[in-house]
């Protein structure tokens, strides 16, 4: 199995950027396609963005972060990213990082998701 740990969460301005990374360990993250999910108290997690796991291979966005954030993936560092640019204060959440190997999966359900990181908080203010 797969431990994922992130971090680069923290306090930024509306506007402002944030990069949140996604160390992996136990195996490489070319066995899975990775997403990023954020969730606020009270709701349910969101997805935000994934990545399949080979190079070049697809990318998906939430529609609420398109053009704003980008997700990318080291294999080499098995560590993925998210760059998080133009931030808004909607976007307050804990991000969660996630592994999956479900062939066929759209990366959008979190069901379809294996392993999870313990969360970094990312806290927009206006």
């Known amino acids: 199995q797969v431990q994922l740990i992130e971090s680069g969460g923290g306090l930024v301005q509306a506007g402002g950027s944030l990069s949140l990374s996604c160390a992996a360990s136990?195996?490489?993250?070319?066995?899975?396609?990775m997403g990023w999910f954020r969730r606020n108290p009270g709701k349910e997690r969101e997805f935000v963005a994934a990545?399949?796991?080979?190079?070049?291979?697809?990318?998906k966005y939430a529609d609420s972060v398109k053009g704003r954030f980008i997700i990318s993936r080291d294999n080499a560092k098995n560590t993925v990213y998210l760059q998080m640019n133009s931030l808004k204060p909607e976007d307050t959440a804990v991000y969660y990082c996630?592994?999956?190997?479900?062939?066929?999966?759209?990366?959008?359900?979190?069901?379809?998701?294996?392993?999870w990181g313990q969360g970094t908080q990312v806290t927009v203010s206006s």
């Open positions: 996630a592994a999956g190997t479900l062939y066929g999966s759209t990366m959008e359900r979190d069901r379809d998701y294996d392993y």
């Open positions: 136990g195996r490489t993250i070319g066995d899975y396609y």
């Open positions: 990545s399949q796991r080979w190079p070049g291979g697809s990318r």
